[in-house]
Structures are given as structure tokens and as C-alpha cells.
């Protein structure tokens, strides 16, 4: 789903409310989510999931073309944990018979 989806079916279900009030909000979220993760604060959203940053150490890597050995930099990586709530909804509406 991409942000202007999520904007569309909330403009959908909420007929009431402006486009662009909701699309400013859905914004606001995902700004506000974004600067807590730049500043290394966790993120809850109860039944949702939560997002952390990782610090992930410097490492040796290879360059796929060359073979080459390269330095990859220690960086910081956004990280996503599932609630409980949304790991049984996920699973619950999958059948593993239908694939």
C-alpha cells in the first residue's frame, strides 16, 4: 500500500472529513514516526508494532562485481517488530493451503 492509498481509503471511509486535512495527517504520522527514529527514540503503536533503530558495526564486505574486499561503515537502520495483534492478523488471514 502506498501513502496515497492509505490517504484514499481514509478519504473513503471517512466521507465527512476534507482530502487534504486527512492527507496532512497521514503526513503528520509519518513525519513524526520518521523524526523519533532520527533522533534514536523507539516508536509504539499498540497493537501495531513498534520501530527501534539498530546501530549495525563496521564491517569488511565485498564489491559483488570486483571480488574486492571493501569497508562498509558502521550505520544506523530503522527496525520494525509486529504486536501481537497484527501477527495474528496477519497470519490468521493467510491460507498456507492457497499458495
Do not use: C, H, W, Y
Not at 481514509?10 to 492527507?23: A, M, Q, T, V
Not at 565485498?62 to 561503515?73: F, I
Not at 558502521?74 to 520494525?80: D, S
Amino acid at each position: 500500500m502506498l501513502r496515497s492509498d492509505l490517504v484514499s481509503k481514509l478519504i473513503e471511509e471517512n466521507p465527512e472529513l476534507d482530502g487534504r486535512d486527512l492527507e496532512r495527517i497521514v503526513n503528520t504520522v509519518l513525519d513524526e514516526i520518521a523524526d523519533a527514529l532520527a533522533e534514536g527514540n523507539r516508536v509504539e503503536l499498540r497493537g501495531f508494532g513498534a520501530f527501534s533503530v539498530r546501530q549495525r558495526k563496521a564491517r569488511k564486505g565485498r564489491n559483488p562485481r570486483t571480488g574486492e574486499a571493501v569497508q562498509v561503515a558502521a550505520k544506523a537502520v530503522p527496525f520494525f517488530r509486529p504486536g501481537k495483534e497484527l501477527r495474528a492478523r496477519v497470519n490468521n488471514g493467510v491460507d498456507p493451503e492457497s499458495r
